[in-house]
């Protein structure tokens, strides 16, 4: 079987699980959660770069993204920082639904896998 | 590592992403969004299939799908559809959850991961 | 290509999806929906150790989990449950987001993906 590595493993969950050559990062959420949405979602996608590099890998190489948010009428704002920092020509297969998070504060969630 | 191929990739996701022989599908709501949840579920298995054949597969392969319906009541009907469709044999680990969507028109959304 | 085994395939979705050394299973929700949010969880984490036996593996090859609670504000009696059930230092990348399910009864749906 393929190796498993596991990257800033907590009692919960882990940060990132890197299995072969496939990365699965946890749901990540923004630390400065008295943002808005824009504020958090580059927050988020930070931590995603991160994460990724961690784990030996970067946002060109995204395979999917689920990204929840609390509010649809903070879709438009949400994805003006997303199209910002993708990749061009390697853009992820994506869902975004909207959801309530762990907490109100909390208005957006993105979880990736990535290849490495 | 495994090869990384993007289908119909645009500025905001693509709409497959292969890697090795995994095959990441985004989430898919229906171009009609006017018609009811059965003829929305149609036209998304519909996108589906054509999908997985540019990605070099089909739904005899499907791994895992995600399901959003923005109304639990209508259950029963988008199942109806994805009873009808599925490869007999061949069906998927499903999960389905309720969430409104990118717009309130859209009744139905289906993420898929496949083999090929 | 990798080998496709499906494990308890039914007409509309499998429980388990083994694709090389990768198992997808399927959102699991509780046999008796009729306990609380602290039952069904343990119903639940219970049916998954089952599909992972099956599928030959076990909780610590855990990648990711997807969680949803119907009502975030039983999100610690969820977590209580998973702490003392996950492999200490195994722990996977997993999202929690509250959503409706099927019917009112679920209070939580999980649906994971392992290595084998």
Chains 1, 2, 3 share one sequence.
Request: without cysteine; charged residues 20%.
């Amino acid at each position: 079987m393929a190796n498993i590595t596991r990257i800033e493993a907590g009692p919960r969950m882990s940060k990132a699980v890197v299995h072969g050559d496939t990365v699965y990062l946890a749901g990540i959420v923004a630390d400065d959660n008295t943002q808005d949405v824009t504020g958090q979602t580059k927050q988020v996608l930070a931590e995603i770069d991160r994460l990724l590099a961690l784990a030996g890998t970067d946002k060109s190489k995204l395979l999917r993204a689920n990204i929840w948010i609390t509010d649809m009428a903070q879709f438009g704002a949400m994805n003006a920082v997303w199209d910002a920092w993708v990749s061009p020509g390697n853009t992820p297969a994506r869902a975004t639904v909207q959801a309530a998070l762990a907490t109100p504060a909390y208005k957006v969630e993105i979880m990736v896998v990535a290849a490495k």
